[in-house]
């Protein structure tokens, strides 16, 4: 992710506070044991599963998928540096078995560089609505053009829903269970950050409604599309490269 795309927000406070989000979004958590579950019943006959990762972080959804199942490799995107290098402390075991790298380029970069028809699964949890919404657009491009055919995207993530006052209700719950949290463990600075944060996402720049997400996928060629799991404003969307 650039800076241009994405507002590096996880650079600050956040970067070194990530973990405070399963506390204040016990959802966010459950959307990488998703994906991890995701991972583990994806059918194919190849021994050994390509997987790439969007916006490893600290490593919470890399795990995940790294302990679905054996023989995969995991190749975890991210650039940046205050997150990626608490995911290779956390999971240096897999670092020296050779079952996972990573890259610090930012997602679309990462993509570029990559073979077409190269990854089993391309995978990621709550970093594309981080995307403004052009940029979201090439990734998503991308992610098509990197998968094999029979291929896999699966995302949990912020997907906003269609009815604008159902979603607005839940994003004022959300905020509400910020405040429960982090107020009696006196971390007002990290309330704000991730209020601003939480501002960001809900902007008309970045905003990934779940019919309009569905529909660019659909439009990239994708099929089988399928969202599932949905906690509030959180999803889980899986679709195939035919």
């Keep these: 992710m650039n800076v241009t795309a994405y507002d590096a927000i996880f650079s600050s406070i956040i970067g070194h506070e990530y973990d405070t989000l399963k506390l204040i979004c016990p959802a966010a958590t459950e959307m990488s044991r998703l994906v991890g579950e995701a991972v583990k019943i994806y059918s194919t006959s190849t021994k050994s599963l390509q997987i790439v990762e969007l916006g490893g972080g600290t490593g919470i959804t890399t795990l995940a998928m790294l302990s679905a199942r054996p023989n995969l490799h995991v190749l975890s995107i991210d ?61 998503i491009k991308e992610i098509y053009r990197v998968l094999k055919p029979n291929g896999q995207f699966i995302n949990g993530d912020r997907y906003a829903l269609n009815d604008t006052r159902q979603h607005t209700r839940a994003v004022q719950d959300e905020i509400s269970q910020y405040f429960k949290v982090l107020i009696p463990l006196d971390r007002s600075k990290v309330l704000e ?4 944060h939480l501002f960001n996402d809900e902007s008309q720049d970045h905003i990934m409604r779940e019919s309009v997400a569905l529909q660019q996928l659909h439009d990239f060629g994708f099929s089988d599309i399928k969202i599932s799991d949905r906690i509030n404003v959180n999803a889980l969307v899986k679709a195939k490269k035919p």
């Excluded at 020296?96 to 990854?119: I, K, R």
């Excluded at 391309?122 to 657009?137: G, Q, V």
């Excluded at 950050?193 to 601003?196: A, H, K, L, R």
């Design 79 to 139: 650039n940046e540096p205050v997150m990626q290098d608490q995911a290779k402390k956390h999971l240096q075991q897999w670092i020296a078995d050779g079952h996972l790298n990573f890259c610090s380029d930012d997602a679309l970069t990462a993509l570029q560089n990559l073979p077409e028809n190269s990854a089993d699964i391309i995978a990621s949890a709550y970093t594309l609505h981080n995307f403004l919404i052009s940029y979201r657009e090439q990734v």
């Design 193 to 196: 950050q991730w209020i601003v």
